[in-house]
């Protein structure tokens, strides 16, 4: 069992789907969990369940990060949209926010955090990636343009935080039984000339050998082992949850 008494951690998009799991996750090994949402209400439910706290935050206002100082000992960065359109109908606007929310804001949390793990010598980084992160799919431009770079900036992390006590790791989803994958069903379904109910098989497990979604608690489970002391040689890696999909 990973202990986390005496730890605190930062969750983006924390009040929902995979970040509802890992915060719950991290309260139940012991963790002060702060819970951070654009859903204030959500977040402060869920941070009054697990004994924590809210932080009701748009991370795609970068102004507001740009000089914050975050004394936590685990960094989650697990927030993010989804967007399905072919690249020449992807309103730029929209490509802009989502590497905001999904690249550009998890550097400046990473930027703000690091100090005070250098401080105390000790800190988890766990960048919420997927395998979007390492395979490309279409109609799908700027998340997999985000999580590519969120990768790339995570290994940047290991790198320099590995001599300091500082690890930084990639968890990479598959498809995920959440609101964000709920919500893209009739976009996919109108990208690929399909009825709606044929997404999941025909689109989203096509590529997976075992044909079900991914649970968020499965992922949390991998994210409270590398947030514990046994993950500390664990650094600059990316872990598939994916079923096979990145396999092939």
Same mark, same amino acid.
């Given at each position: ?144 343009? @985000?999580?590519?770079? #969120?990768?790339?900036? !995570?290994? +940047?992390?290991? =790198?320099?935080?590995?001599?300091? /006590?500082? &690890? ?40 997976? @050998?075992?044909?079900? #979604?991914?649970?968020? !608690?499965? +992922?949390?489970? =991998?994210?409270?082992?590398?947030? /514990?002391? &046994? ?18």
């Amino acid at each position: 069992m990973t202990d986390l008494r005496g730890r605190t951690a930062l969750v983006t998009g924390g009040a929902s789907g995979i970040g509802a799991a890992c915060a719950r996750e991290f309260a139940s090994a012991g963790a002060r969990v702060t819970v951070a949402d654009v859903d204030r209400e959500a977040a402060e439910a869920l941070a009054t369940e697990i004994g924590g706290q809210a932080w009701c935050v748009d991370l795609s206002d970068l102004g507001a990060l740009a000089d914050a100082r975050i004394d936590v000992d685990i960094l989650v960065n697990n927030a993010g949209v989804q967007h399905v359109s072919p690249i020449e109908d992807f309103a730029p606007e929209r490509f802009s926010f989502i590497l905001r929310l999904m690249l550009e804001a998890p550097f400046l949390l990473i930027r703000a955090a690091l100090p005070g793990m250098y401080e105390r010598g000790f800190g988890r980084v766990i960048n919420v990636s997927s395998v979007h992160g390492l395979r490309a799919s279409a109609y799908k431009s700027a998340y997999v343009a @985000a999580k590519h770079g #969120l990768e790339g900036l !995570s290994k +940047v992390t290991a =790198l320099e935080g590995g001599p300091r /006590g500082v &690890t930084s790791n990639c968890i990479d989803p598959g498809y995920v039984r959440t609101p964000l994958v709920e919500k893209q069903m009739a976009d996919q379904a109108r990208v690929h000339g399909i009825p709606e109910e044929e997404v999941l098989a025909n689109v989203m497990l096509t590529e997976s @050998a075992i044909k079900r #979604l991914v649970e968020p !608690s499965e +992922v949390a489970s =991998l994210a409270l082992w590398l947030a /514990g002391d &046994t993950a500390g040689m664990v650094t600059g890696a990316s872990y598939t949850i994916d079923g096979g999909w990145s396999a092939r």
